[in-house]
């Protein structure tokens, strides 16, 4: 089956700071990418659509300033949380899928934890 | 209300037994219906997917999907250890739309 890859899998970081969170896809080309926070015992949260080479669709709710998307290529996209706050600590998780294809593929995702 | 509902769990049951899962919810223009499995710290994985109203199965797994009611279900039968994990409901409107998931239901099968 399709692998999508997360780096890092879990990162600590100070209040105030900047984290990426990368997104691949292993063997297969992501025309688009889907990015979810999960909250402990919680379910999925679409953050925001993201199209190889355009711009980042968000939800409603989600400040597009601090949770910066980037899908710059097929296989490539990243998660920039700016000034990260305590309350932003939560476990991020991206999926895949190619052109017209049904499935979305998941990540491993990454625990962010923000001091 | 949440546009997907899920028990939350746990269920706990022996193994061998059947699980018995299940979603409803309130957006009747949702046309596609998927069963995640979920471990601790982990990605989900696709189960199973079903297409409108019906039953679909696939080894031990089947599900069932009933529109006019709103209510999905996932049934797992000979259940192992291993099939310990939550399993998330998911659903969307069109193919390769975005999913909008249920809460997940912590399932424990006990040797």
């Known amino acids: 089956g399709a692998v999508v890859s997360q780096h890092p899998s879990w990162v600590i970081c100070k209040s105030g700071t900047s984290v990426k969170i990368e997104c691949r896809s292993l063997?297969?080309?992501?025309?688009?990418m889907f990015w979810y926070r999960q909250f402990p015992k919680q379910s999925l949260m679409l953050m925001a659509t993201?199209?190889?080479?355009?711009?980042?669709?968000?939800e409603q709710g989600v400040e597009k300033d601090k949770f910066l998307i980037n899908h710059a290529s097929l296989t490539l996209s990243t998660l920039t949380v700016t000034s990260a706050h305590p309350e932003d600590s939560s476990f991020y998780i991206c999926?895949?899928?190619?052109?017209?294809?049904?499935?979305?593929?998941f990540g491993p995702g990454t625990r962010l934890t923000v001091l | 209300q949440k546009e997907v509902e899920q028990d939350p769990g746990p269920l706990s049951v022996p193994e061998g037994a059947i699980v018995s899962l299940n979603c409803t919810y309130s957006?009747?223009?949702?046309?596609?219906f998927m069963w995640y499995r979920q471990y601790s710290r982990k990605g989900p994985e696709l189960l199973m997917y079903t297409y409108s109203s019906g039953n679909k199965e696939d080894g031990r797994f089947t599900a069932q999907v009933d529109k006019s009611s709103k209510y999905i279900s996932l049934f797992i039968r000979d259940s192992q250890p291993s099939d310990s994990a939550t399993y998330l409901c998911?659903?969307?409107?069109?193919?390769?739309?975005?999913?909008?998931f249920g809460g997940g239901t912590r399932v424990l099968v006990k040797p």
């Open positions: 999926s895949a899928r190619s052109g017209g294809a049904f499935e979305q593929f």
């Open positions: 998911a659903m969307s409107v069109a193919a390769g739309n975005k999913l909008t």
């Open positions: 063997d297969f080309q992501a025309t688009t």
């Open positions: 957006n009747s223009a949702f046309q596609y």
């Open positions: 993201s199209n190889e080479g355009s711009k980042a669709t968000y």
